[in-house]
């Protein structure tokens, strides 16, 4: 008799235990999976300040840098579209395994050789990763995040997503930059230390739970739809703006900003160049982990004031030659571009339909990652005629008539509500 009263306690036990071990394990596997996540985003931007040693080596022109750098988001782009969305159907893993892989083939490239169709090969192949990972493993994050503590606040996965993410962009460059300083082999060595680090981010991503329960029967395959209007199109096309003037920050420091430091500035350290990129980055997911409790409308405007006053201050620095005050219209100017991506997010978030989220959130990206790309490759084609300072003195000019207009935009909503 004590035997079977006691086995319903034993049961319990037994069902307590079991839920606590699933619990520790999705605890370490959101540790993991944030590994390879930031691993992964850091390895994007790698080249970075590597960009004037391929110039001095290979005699590429700024140009020519834009365009290698242009692949890489065009990769993105055709990624976000075919693949972003597959993991919802398949699986976590079975999405961040080949985008891993693809970046894996992506830095043998880059050791193998330095030549012009090499690195555009290489690019392509890391964008094409970056656009499977992004989604994915933010999705991941939370999932793992919540099995591992039901009905906590999502403060600490908003904080790790956000620093693997953002910050990891940060960080490719600050490693690229130290690596390429102070080791032999400077346009060699930070691709073989990443690629042991990507090894190991496959073996993470192997040993995390998975979070999808794959479908028995699948629906047939589509694209990821993109749509541009939901119910109030100047709100779209306001939020879709301020992302595209917010990439173009990004994509300016991710381009030809080391080869401005080096050339226009006279400061051809490569772990300079890569502390800036790293300053900017570090300060956009700052900026971003900071503001969570603010409103939509408040970060809209800190963004767009900040960014308006980063790149008048970047424009001065580099008229003046004065790398301190080039670096700090980085810094503000980051901290704009962050905090007001995250605005747009949460504006688009909010105007479209559960139904349609996704959709509208990859119209987002699709015009963020435009501007990206377009300006920088502007920027690039503009220096193979006009001075340095000259075309980054129109660069902040176009997008401070491009702010002006989304501010205008927004207060004619606000006042319309």
Do not use: C
């Not at 839920?19 to 394990?25: D, E, L, P, S």
């Not at 039901?150 to 910050?167: H, K, Y």
């Not at 075309?391 to 509500?417: E, I, M």
């Amino acid at each position: 008799m004590a035997q079977s009263l006691s086995a319903p306690h034993q049961h319990t036990a037994t069902a307590a235990g079991t839920r606590r071990a699933g619990a520790r394990r999705h605890g370490v596997g959101f540790s993991l999976i944030a590994f390879a996540f930031l691993t992964a985003m850091a390895f994007s931007t790698v080249p970075t300040p590597l960009y004037p040693l391929y110039m001095a080596k290979d005699g590429f022109s700024t140009f020519m840098v834009t365009v290698v750098f242009a692949t890489y988001a065009v990769g993105v782009v055709i990624s976000l579209v075919l693949a972003g969305h597959l993991s919802d159907r398949v699986g976590r893993k079975k999405v961040l395994l080949p985008a891993i892989g693809l970046e894996l083939v992506a830095a043998v490239l880059f050791l193998t050789s330095t030549a012009l169709p090499v690195l555009l090969a290489a690019r392509l192949l890391t964008g094409l990763g970056v656009g499977m990972i992004t989604a994915t493993a933010t999705a991941h994050l939370q999932e793992l995040h919540t099995a591992h503590r039901p009905g906590a606040s999502l403060q600490r996965f908003e904080l790790v997503s956000t620093a693997a993410n953002i910050g990891g962009l940060g960080v490719g460059p600050l490693v690229a930059g130290l690596l390429a300083q102070w080791v032999s082999g400077p346009l060699r060595t930070p691709y073989l230390v990443f690629a042991v680090l990507l090894l190991v981010s496959v073996v993470a991503i192997a040993l995390t739970p998975e979070t999808v329960e794959e479908q028995s029967v699948r629906p047939p395959y589509r694209p990821q739809r993109v749509s541009l209007d939901h119910g109030d199109r100047a709100g779209f096309t306001a939020a879709a703006a301020a992302g595209f003037a917010s990439f173009a920050v990004f994509g300016l420091f991710t381009s030809v900003a080391p080869g401005f430091v080096a050339g226009s500035l006279h400061h051809p350290s490569r772990a300079l160049a890569g502390l800036i990129v790293f300053a900017v980055f570090g300060a956009a997911a700052a900026a971003q982990s900071l503001t969570t409790t603010l409103s939509t409308a408040a970060k809209r405007r800190l963004g767009l004031a900040a960014q308006a006053v980063g790149l008048v201050t970047l424009v001065v620095g580099m008229h003046v030659g004065d790398l301190a005050t080039f670096l700090v219209g980085g810094i503000v100017s980051g901290i704009g571009a962050g905090v007001l991506f995250k605005a747009s997010l949460g504006t688009v978030a909010a105007l479209a339909t559960p139904a349609k989220r996704s959709e509208a959130l990859a119209g987002l990206f699709l015009i963020s990652y435009l501007g990206l790309t377009l300006p920088a490759v502007g920027i690039g084609v503009a220096t193979r005629s006009f001075s340095t300072p000259t075309v980054l003195t129109w660069f902040a000019g176009l997008l401070l008539l491009l702010l002006g207009a989304v501010a205008a935009q927004a207060g004619r909503r606000s006042a319309a509500a």
